[in-house]
């Protein structure tokens, strides 16, 4: 089969693979009908060290359920599901607080452990406790925005619960991104009063402004804390959404909040150190947030999808085939797409 290789640096190819098969009892195999190309890619893409076996990218997909092992009962063949980026048992005693990227028996799909997805098919383990069994046929519209639950929209969502995003806030949003966009989403869909998105991409934030963002502040640093702070009387906002992961952003992050308020961070951070500690301490700002256990909010996301509620999908502003992979990171590398989908 063919799958997405990263060997180092810029250096994305196509290659012809062993095909995905299973290997535990609880596996199952996935034949992949969406993927696509998420920020944190771009992370190696840009810095990994040049290897001669190269890693095998992708987080992110939608399939159609081909084999299943002997311990999978809940799964049948021909199911179409959508898979989160973490697999999980959905037994074990984090998965049943709702933290299944946690999972005593999970991991983490495009890692040395798991193939990745961005492929003709993919071997998925924990196969009962990870897939959900989608409600509508592979050749629905709604197939960008199921997509989303994969990751992105499950992120912004999760970075909005860990920033305590709630009615009548105000909120903030670290980052134009598809997840700050996906936040945007969530933020409203949480009933959020104001929502702010930071960004200066006119795409990008054309769709922000569609998504219910009600002010954008295309400053940086210091200019954009002062500005934040002019349009919430001073205080700035209850809740910000940090969803980069550089120290400049994560000190603009806890510089938005008021006293008292929050930051929820879902962007992987790029540094050992969290920056602005005092301040985030002398002003009693709780910092949380994480992985997504997107897992955990598949189905709540899922019911204002297929509703039409919500339209996340709108995040991929590209669609490549399969070979056409390495371009999609140069584009999105170069900000010439917001996201990119793929087609096997």
């Keep these: 089969m063919r799958a997405t290789v ?86 074990c005693a984090f998965c049943r607080e709702g933290l299944q990227t946690s999972c005593i028996h999970g991991g983490f799909f495009g890692t040395d452990a ?48 860990a920033a305590g995003v709630g009615p009548g806030k105000t909120v903030a949003v670290v980052g134009d991104g598809a997840v700050g966009l996906c936040g945007v989403i969530a933020a409203r869909r949480l009933g959020a009063e104001q929502v702010i998105i930071l960004g200066r991409h006119p795409q990008r934030i054309a769709l922000a402004r569609e998504f219910g963002a009600t002010e954008v502040v295309g400053e940086r640093g210091d200019a954009a804390v002062e500005r934040v702070r002019e349009l919430t009387d001073g205080c700035g906002v209850h809740s910000v959404m940090e969803c980069v992961g550089l120290e400049q952003s994560m000190r603009t992050a806890i510089s938005l909040a008021r006293p008292g308020g929050a930051v929820g961070r879902v962007g992987v951070p790029q540094d050992e150190m969290m920056p602005a500690s005092q301040p985030a301490f002398y002003n009693n700002i709780k910092v949380s947030g994480g992985p997504a256990p997107v897992r955990a909010y598949i189905e709540e996301l899922l019911h204002d999808v297929l509703e039409g509620r919500i339209e996340p999908g709108r995040v991929f502003d590209r669609v490549v085939p399969l070979d056409d992979v390495p371009d999609g990171y140069r584009a999105m590398n170069d900000r010439e797409a917001i996201k990119v989908m793929v087609e096997p």
């Design 6 to 91: 990263l060997f180092g640096a810029g250096d994305v190819r196509i290659e012809t693979v062993p095909d995905a098969r299973l290997i535990e009892a609880t596996d199952a195999l996935v034949a992949v009908r969406g993927a696509c190309i998420c920020g944190s890619d771009l992370w190696p893409y840009r810095t990994l060290a040049h290897s001669a076996t190269g890693r095998r990218m992708g987080h992110e997909a939608i399939g159609v359920v081909e084999a299943t092992g002997a311990e999978v009962r809940t799964l049948s063949v021909g199911d179409f599901v959508v898979m989160p980026f973490a697999y999980s048992d959905g037994t």
């Design 114 to 161: 798991v193939d990745g997805a961005q492929a003709e098919a993919v071997r998925v383990p924990q196969a009962e406790g990870t897939l959900v069994v989608l409600p509508v046929g592979e050749d629905d519209a709604l197939m960008p925005s199921l997509l989303t639950l994969s990751d992105v929209l499950g992120t912004g969502h999760h970075a909005a619960v």
